[in-house]
């Protein structure tokens, strides 16, 4: 139940009107990795991206967007072990900056917009800062709201029938 929740609010949030760069799915991410089992924890918020991207198009660093994705997982999957408030804030900060150098590096690399030389990619990176502001707003929000809303919710129904949901 709570990988398709997840789902769901992933793609509503990159199909319905947002400020640019301003969706919890780098936060879906980290806290699929951090809740979700198995190999779903991965695959989730990649399969979210590639059906998002199918409606919102595709681009020439798909494969590194998604690839950033299965990381941000993978480092929740690592949070998992000592999982905290801190220690998923931390992540969310984590998560933000491995999201922009990745999918950085991939307009630097494949877009053909810039010179493929460090003046290149300083450029790159610089004209990408007023967006990485949103990114890191919107994935701190939304990892604390997950995380707060996900902590709460698994100590009150902790011992109900409802406890399977979650």
């Known amino acids: 139940m709570l990988p398709l929740l997840l789902v769901f609010l992933g793609i509503a949030s990159r199909l319905v009107f947002h400020t640019p760069n301003f969706t919890p799915v780098i936060a879906i991410a980290l806290f699929s990795g951090i809740y979700v089992r198995g190999r779903y924890a991965v695959l989730l918020p990649v399969v979210l991206l590639i059906i998002t991207d199918l409606f919102v198009g595709m681009h020439s660093v798909v494969s590194f967007t998604w690839g950033s994705m299965a990381l941000i997982a993978l480092l929740g999957l690592k949070i998992k072990e000592k999982k905290s408030f801190g220690t998923v804030f931390a992540g969310g900060v984590i998560s933000a900056v491995l999201f922009f150098v990745v999918t950085n590096l991939g307009v630097w690399l494949l877009s053909g917009m810039y010179t493929l030389d460090l003046n290149g990619l300083s450029q790159c990176f610089t004209l990408a800062v007023p967006f990485f502001r ?10 604390v709201v997950l995380y707060g809303v996900y902590e709460f919710a698994a100590k009150r129904l902790k011992d109900t029938s409802l406890a399977s949901v979650l």
Do not use: I, K
């Open 134 to 143: 949103s990114t890191l707003a919107s994935t701190l929000l939304y990892t």
